[in-house]
């Protein structure tokens, strides 16, 4: 699927802009971004609903600009699951062969085989109102499911459920999308859920494509700040580049001076930069401690606080750069009790982040 330069106004307010993506066939995608970031509209005027203003959408060589919603052969669930209350499982499930004319011997070896792609076989005789949201939710995918369409699109789909059902009905929608190998795209603002699912990830803001990329790529390679804060945590810091030799460069941190190496964007020397480095990453010494320096930058720094939360301790930690304290997990801590006072934050070179300033 091809979306080559697609805006749109509603009014004054431009919720899509010059949006350019190529989506490879059978994978799945997410569009992750705050709310009001334009997803959904993207996701709308792919399926038909909306109209873009400018631009081009095509699957394969058709391009369905043009094209009428009933006609673009694509599929949508919702948040809402959107069932028919009136109809059973089966045929609510059924109904999209049913307006297509197929017969009815056929409607209903492909209603088995759709229900028991989403695992609800024998459910077939039961009212919407006798399932579970998650359950409902898996009908609501066997019905898009169903009329074998060539891109599926969901629309926060576990957004109404609770959250181990959410989970549970993730790692189903996984499995349905790699074994039948549909093109999908997903929409969320959740990143565990866009991560855990997803081939690539489109991260917007504010109608714009911040960034594009397999879920690693986007969480260890940042384009840019709005990245690098909106996909998991991170602490920043300005610095100075002083230089550049490859993919490694050497920086000035405050009174520290930093290496980072794979850098995968090109930065000169002179450059104000941000550093980005992610809890998970550092590894805190006491003073005296000895210091693990290999390909490792090692910056000062005092604990602030400590929250013990089972599987790890989550620290704060006060550094002489940048505002605010920076955040530092320890896994599988064994006691509630860690470290206090000075502190030395050793951080692996190719775990140190470099982002442009804006
Ligand atoms: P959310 O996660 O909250 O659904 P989103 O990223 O999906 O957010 P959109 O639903 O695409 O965002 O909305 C983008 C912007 O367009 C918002 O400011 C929204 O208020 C506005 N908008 C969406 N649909 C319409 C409409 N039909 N008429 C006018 N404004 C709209």
Excluded at 116 to 143: C, I, T
């Amino acid at each position: 699927m091809k979306l080559a330069g697609l805006d749109k106004w509603f009014g004054k307010n431009h919720v899509v802009r010059d949006l350019h993506l190529d989506i490879k066939p059978g994978t799945m995608t997410t569009f992750l971004g705050p709310s009001g970031c334009g997803k959904t509209t993207t996701l709308r005027m792919i399926a038909g609903f909306q109209e873009p203003d400018h631009g081009r959408i095509s699957i394969g060589d058709r391009d369905i600009t043009d094209v009428p919603a009933y006609r673009r052969n694509t599929a949508m669930v919702f948040q809402e699951y959107a069932l028919f209350p009136h109809m059973t499982v089966a045929e609510n499930v059924g109904y999209g062969l049913l307006v297509r004319g197929i017969r009815a011997d056929e409607r209903k070896r492909r209603v088995r085989a759709a229900l028991e792609l989403v695992e609800l076989d024998g459910m077939g005789d039961r009212f919407p109102g006798q399932l579970s949201g998650g359950q409902q939710q898996r009908v609501a995918l066997a019905r898009a499911l169903i009329v074998e369409p060539d891109a599926l699109l969901l629309d926060e789909p576990l957004s109404n459920l609770d959250a181990k059902l959410r989970e549970s009905v993730r790692m189903e929608l996984h499995r349905i999308q790699r074994r039948t190998g549909i093109t999908a795209i997903y929409v969320t603002h959740d990143q565990e859920e866009a991560f855990a699912l997803s081939d690539e990830v489109v991260v917007m803001s504010e109608g714009r494509i911040q960034q594009a990329g397999p879920p690693d790529e986007v969480y260890y390679h940042p384009a840019n700040r709005f990245v690098a804060e909106f996909v998991g945590t991170i602490n920043l810091a300005p610095a100075l580049v002083t230089e550049v030799s490859g993919s490694v460069a050497a920086m000035q941190c405050a009174s520290a001076e930093v290496v980072a190496t794979g850098l995968t964007r090109p930065i000169r020397a002179g450059q104000t930069v941000v550093i980005g480095v992610r809890p998970e990453s550092v590894q805190l010494c006491s003073v005296g401690e000895p210091l693990p320096t290999e390909d490792a930058n090692v910056l000062p720094g005092r604990i602030a606080g400590a929250a013990f939360l089972g599987h790890k301790l989550r620290y704060t930690v006060e550094v002489p750069f940048g505002s605010t304290p920076w955040v530092v997990d320890q896994f599988d801590p064994g006691s509630s009790v860690g470290l206090s006072g000075e502190v030395s934050l050793v951080v692996p070179r190719l775990r140190t982040h470099v982002m442009s300033e804006e």
